[in-house]
């Protein structure tokens, strides 16, 4: 278990992480760790088919090489959530939670005793399948498991303080394509309706000391995030990256490629 994720978000450093979906596979996960930078791998349950088998293989490659990994989800019921854990999972990022009574729920389903009541198994990669014994599995799981809850809706940032507050919650993450939606500004990113959103989270997250992290649409908006105390960056998604090198090799054999 990498186990670092949780405690580097404590950190001023902000933390850099890759998102795998639609292409997710152990040796993207390699090539991640090989070329360097990155703290952590995410996967994309919520937009992208991926099964839990692929999940497991990820995050088993994630373990090999030293690199954290979470999980992206739509938490529709228990099982969405303690899954991904059983399987290795560094933790969990809740997609399109709205309410702080939904977060409650997401808490108890990600955590055991005293924080929650996730069902105690202990046979799965987060357990050494069943060589942990029980109290040393709990406090384990308890202390390393990382939560994340997504802000990507006008109605969760008005909740963000009492979403930020909630013992468990280790950081909020923004989804501004979403968000920029619910605003009623899809895409602009620089509109100052969707700037005043991101400075509420920020301000909730300081306040509570919880970090806070989004996928930043431009390096510029990256740099602003961060002086508002931004710590988590997700910087590359696996879909973009292959859209960038097909652009780049066809640039460099333009000659031959009809236009």
């Given at each position: 278990?990498?186990?670092?994720?949780?405690?580097?978000?404590?950190?001023?450093?902000?933390?850099?992480?890759?998102?795998?979906?639609?292409?997710?596979?152990?040796?993207?996960?390699?090539?991640?760790?090989?070329?360097?930078?990155?703290?952590?791998?995410?996967?994309?349950?919520?937009?992208?088919?991926?099964?839990?088998?692929?999940?497991?293989?990820?995050?088993?490659?994630?373990?090999?090489?030293?690199?954290?990994?979470?999980?992206?989800?739509?938490?529709?019921?228990?099982?969405?959530?303690?899954?991904?854990?059983?399987?290795?999972?560094?933790?969990?990022?809740?997609?399109?939670?709205?309410?702080?009574?939904?977060?409650?729920?997401?808490?108890?389903?990600?955590?055991?005793?005293?924080?929650?009541?996730?069902?105690?198994?202990?046979?799965?990669?987060?357990?050494?399948?069943?060589?942990?014994?029980?109290?040393?599995?709990?406090?384990?799981?308890?202390?390393?498991?990382?939560?994340?809850?997504?802000?990507?809706?006008?109605?969760?940032?008005?909740?963000?303080?009492?979403?930020?507050?909630?013992?468990?919650?280790?950081?909020?993450?923004?989804?501004?394509?979403?968000?920029?939606?619910?605003?009623?500004?899809?895409?602009?990113?620089?509109?100052?309706?969707?700037?005043?959103?991101?400075?509420?989270?920020?301000?909730?997250?300081?306040?509570?000391?919880?970090?806070?992290?989004?996928?930043?649409?431009?390096?510029?908006?990256?740099?602003?995030?961060?002086?508002?105390?931004?710590?988590?960056?997700?910087?590359?998604?696996?879909?973009?990256?292959?859209?960038?090198g097909l652009r780049v090799t066809k640039e460099e054999y333009a000659d031959f490629f009809r236009r």
């Amino acid at each position: 278990m990498a186990g670092n994720l949780k405690q580097k978000l404590r950190s001023h450093a902000p933390i850099v992480v890759y998102g795998l979906g639609q292409f997710i596979s152990p040796k993207w996960v390699e090539l991640i760790a090989l070329t360097g930078g990155y703290d952590a791998v995410w996967f994309d349950q919520e937009h992208a088919g991926v099964s839990q088998h692929q999940i497991e293989s990820a995050a088993l490659a994630a373990r090999g090489f030293g690199l954290d990994c979470f999980v992206r989800l739509a938490p529709v019921d228990y099982a969405s959530v303690m899954r991904p854990l059983e399987t290795g999972a560094g933790g969990i990022m809740a997609a399109q939670v709205r309410t702080s009574a939904e977060v409650e729920r997401i808490v108890r389903w990600t955590y055991f005793y005293p924080l929650g009541e996730r069902g105690l198994n202990g046979l799965g990669a987060d357990g050494r399948y069943g060589s942990m014994p029980v109290a040393e599995y709990i406090a384990q799981a308890n202390s390393a498991t990382m939560l994340a809850i997504q802000i990507e809706h006008v109605q969760a940032v008005q909740e963000a303080d009492a979403i930020a507050r909630q013992e468990g919650v280790d950081m909020l993450f923004i989804g501004p394509a979403d968000l920029s939606q619910s605003l009623g500004i899809p895409g602009q990113w620089d509109h100052p309706h969707l700037w005043a959103a991101i400075e509420r989270v920020a301000q909730a997250a300081e306040r509570h000391r919880k970090a806070w992290g989004i996928v930043p649409a431009s390096p510029a908006m990256a740099r602003r995030c961060t002086a508002l105390g931004c710590r988590c960056l997700s910087i590359g998604f696996d879909c973009w990256t292959l859209h960038a090198g097909l652009r780049v090799t066809k640039e460099e054999y333009a000659d031959f490629f009809r236009r």
